[in-house]
């Protein structure tokens, strides 16, 4: 069969080393020529911040961050951006300060260096998401990639372990997306398997020994193939159903991922036998869902939609919102009916099971 595809590699500078946040932060806002730094961090990151921006030319610290990127959050975000002169964007956090960043970067243009401390992986996409009146809309501008990123597995330490398996599993959800969304490709499928791998293996790691450095390089390694490949890829059914998830009903957005992913996994394998077996390969697993059933078992995972905050009752609201937004090219068709179904088994907790056709 004759190999065809387009690929788009995204520009984009990576610094990863243990201990080295601060100094590679450094080396970054010099190589950008940075005079007055806009500091984006959560309450929570704030000491982590302080360590790391010490010594940097900052105009503007900015801690009101929230999960879903509000457009008013981004408003008081872009107004304060504007009225302190920078000229770089730093974020310290997850990925809801990440959201921020790039709300700001949307509108003003700024670049931006990405310092994680989860796994959410947007710091290696271009794409962006902002909330208003319940309804979560996304978009994609080269804009809003951060010009660098800077990975420390050190600044992971403190993210408690349920987090982490949740953060991780949100980044395999990049991954297992990435090989059915509307762009895949063989490269952005390759960079895939790779990120779900080590992303595995790392969160097995943590389970076992939170302080374990190998098993959160792993993991951040891992998270950045994954969001390279999203990023190529583009967003496939499980993203859509969690973003609206997400914006109508203000669940935690890794929690809500880590949740819904065996039950995309378990409707599309069969249409994408390929894939299926690629994934069971990358979990060790001569299946893909109970390849991933077993890891989430291993780590403790997130069960149930509603222990998150979902009602039973917005089931059949949520299955017509996500319904305009499911990939013409989906493997299997996708109508209300299968999005009820898998709504009510990821709200309820029920365990999935790999079709015979996979």
Not at 38 to 44: C, D, Q
Not at 125 to 137: I, P
Not at 150 to 156: G, I, K, Q
Request: proline share 6%; glycine share 8%; net charge negative.
């Amino acid at each position: 069969m004759t190999l065809t595809f387009e690929n788009i590699t995204l520009g984009q500078r990576v610094r990863f080393g243990y201990g080295h946040a601060a100094d590679n932060l450094a080396a970054e806002v010099d190589r950008l020529s940075a005079r007055r730094v806009m500091v984006i961090a959560a309450a929570a990151e704030s000491g982590i911040a302080d360590r790391i921006t010490a010594g940097l030319p900052v105009a503007l610290r900015h801690d009101d961050v929230r999960p879903h990127v509000p457009v008013e959050q981004a408003e008081a975000a872009r107004t304060a951006a504007k009225e302190s002169g920078a000229d770089l964007v730093v974020c310290v956090g997850g990925g809801s300060t990440t959201g921020l960043a790039k709300a700001v970067a949307l509108t003003t243009r700024l670049p931006i260096v990405a310092v994680p401390t989860t796994y959410a992986g947007s710091e290696a996409t271009n794409v962006w998401g902002l909330t208003e009146a319940s309804r979560k809309t996304t978009g994609v501008d080269d804009a809003v990639l951060p010009a660098a990123v800077v990975y420390d597995s050190e600044l992971t330490l403190s993210l408690p372990v349920g987090l982490s398996v949740a953060s991780g599993l949100n980044a395999i959800a990049h991954c297992v997306d990435s090989m059915w969304a509307p762009r895949t490709n063989p490269v952005n499928q390759a960079f895939a398997m790779e990120g779900l791998r080590a992303v595995a293996d790392g969160l097995r790691r943590i389970v076992r020994e939170p302080d374990d450095i190998d098993g959160r390089d792993a993991t951040l390694y891992g998270c950045y193939l994954a969001g390279v490949a999203f990023a190529s890829a583009g967003s496939g059914l499980h993203h859509k159903i969690c973003h609206v998830l997400g914006g109508a009903y203000d669940l935690p957005h890794a929690q809500t991922h880590a949740t819904v992913l065996p039950y995309v996994l378990a409707l599309n394998a069969p249409g994408a036998p390929d894939a299926a077996r690629r994934i069971a390969a990358a979990l060790g697993s001569a299946a893909p869902v109970g390849g991933l059933n077993a890891l989430r078992e291993e780590l403790g995972a997130p069960r149930a939609l509603a222990d998150h905050g979902m009602r039973r009752t917005d089931i059949p609201e949520a299955a017509r919102l996500i319904l305009p937004y499911v990939p013409a090219d989906n493997p299997v068709p996708v109508g209300a009916e299968e999005l009820t179904d898998l709504l009510t088994r990821a709200y309820a907790g029920e365990s999935p099971q790999d079709s015979e056709a996979t």
